[in-house]
């Protein structure tokens, strides 16, 4: 069975952090690129970070840059967010995704483009 599975969200205090996994089974991640999206309540879903097939680049939404990190290990077969700094407009359900490329170095960041997606773990950002 081919899936994406997240784990790590849970609730959190403004300021702190938490790292969000996604596991993927079934198929190789080193085919994909990789991708992180998140919606809040009332609103549409959104781009947070998305990583090339290689590593080697990335993008951010400009509301993360500078406190989201997001990496892979294709050994693992998993992809990580790393979230700093966290606000309570991050709360939201966080989302893995990931889409096969022939590209190495691209970085796809769509939503509708991609291939496979997880169910989602919640992060809540509150005192």
């Known amino acids: 069975q081919l899936q994406l599975v997240e784990s790590g969200g849970g609730l959190v205090q403004p300021g702190g952090s938490l790292r969000l996994s996604c596991a993927a089974s079934g198929f190789t991640l080193d085919d994909y690129a990789i991708g992180w999206f998140r919606q809040a309540p009332g609103k549409e879903r959104e781009g947070v970070s998305c990583i090339s097939r290689s590593g080697g680049s990335t993008d951010y939404a400009d509301s993360v840059k500078g406190r989201f990190t997001t990496s892979r290990d294709n050994a693992k077969n998993t992809m990580y967010l790393q979230m700093n700094s966290l606000k309570p407009e991050d709360t939201a359900v966080y989302y893995c995704?990931?889409?096969?490329?022939?590209?190495?170095?691209?970085?796809?960041?769509?939503?509708?483009?991609?291939?496979?997606w997880g169910k989602g773990t919640l992060v809540t950002v509150s005192l």
């Open positions: 995704a990931a889409q096969f490329t022939l590209t190495a170095h691209q970085v796809m960041c769509v939503s509708g483009g991609m291939d496979y």
